[in-house]
Structure formats: structure tokens, C-alpha cells
């Protein structure tokens, strides 16, 4: 499988941005998709955003315009980007690596990133 290492949350303002990123221990182009997932305190995990080993991508509906997801396959990172944060962008959030198998998808998970918003 893969080791996913998730950096650059912490404390921000609301209005403010941040860029998370997410390390692949291996050739992303080998992932067949990746993806960031947020869960807050009390609420389920949720979809943020994904994108396919082509470059093709989907949003939650909520955060469309906000965040952005991007890759970079030279450094085998994957980075999401966050404007215009809101309190409720609270959450921890995690980077996830898609593995297409015979029987179906085969994920990882990172250990996730704190991404606190408040003034």
C-alpha cells in the first residue's frame, strides 16, 4: 500500500487560508485516485475533495469555490488548498489514496491534520 503524511493545519482566523499537503510514500502516479476527507468533533468523516490519477476532480457541493485540490507528481504530494475559511471548516482533516483491485477499492488513510478556525 501507501504511507499518506498530512501537514500544514493549525490555527487560522476566519477569512484566512491554509494549504494542506499530503506526502505519498510512493509514485502518486500509481494511486489511482486521492482524496481529502474531514471529520469534525461529533459528526461524521466527510468528502472534501478528490482527484484521479488523470487530474480529473470533484468537491463537496458546500465547499465548491473555496477549496481547491491539486497534485504535484514530481514530489509524490498532493495539496489542498483553503480560502475564505469558515468556523465550521473546524475538522481534522485527512488525505486518503484510492487503489482500484479486482474486488474493489483498496484505501489508506493518513493520520490527519488539525485545522482549527477561530478567532
Known amino acids: 500500500q501507501v504511507q499518506l503524511v498530512e501537514s500544514g493545519g493549525g490555527l487560522v482566523q476566519p477569512g484566512g487560508s491554509l494549504r494542506l499537503s499530503c506526502a505519498a510514500s510512493?509514485?502518486?502516479?500509481?494511486?489511482?485516485?486521492m482524496g481529502w476527507y474531514r471529520q469534525a468533533p461529533g459528526k461524521q468523516r466527510e468528502l472534501v475533495a478528490r482527484?484521479?490519477?488523470?487530474?480529473?476532480?470533484n468537491y463537496a457541493d458546500s465547499l465548491k469555490g473555496r477549496f481547491t485540490i491539486s497534485r504535484d507528481n514530481a514530489k509524490n504530494t498532493v495539496y489542498l488548498q483553503m480560502n475564505s475559511l469558515k468556523p465550521e471548516d473546524t475538522a481534522i482533516y485527512y488525505c486518503?489514496?484510492?487503489?482500484?483491485?479486482?474486488?474493489?477499492?483498496?484505501?489508506?488513510w493518513g493520520q490527519g491534520t488539525q485545522v482549527t478556525v477561530s478567532s
Open positions: 510512493i509514485n502518486i502516479v500509481s494511486i489511482n485516485r
Open positions: 486518503n489514496a484510492d487503489f482500484i483491485r479486482p474486488y474493489g477499492w483498496l484505501t489508506s
Open positions: 482527484i484521479t490519477s488523470g487530474g480529473s476532480t
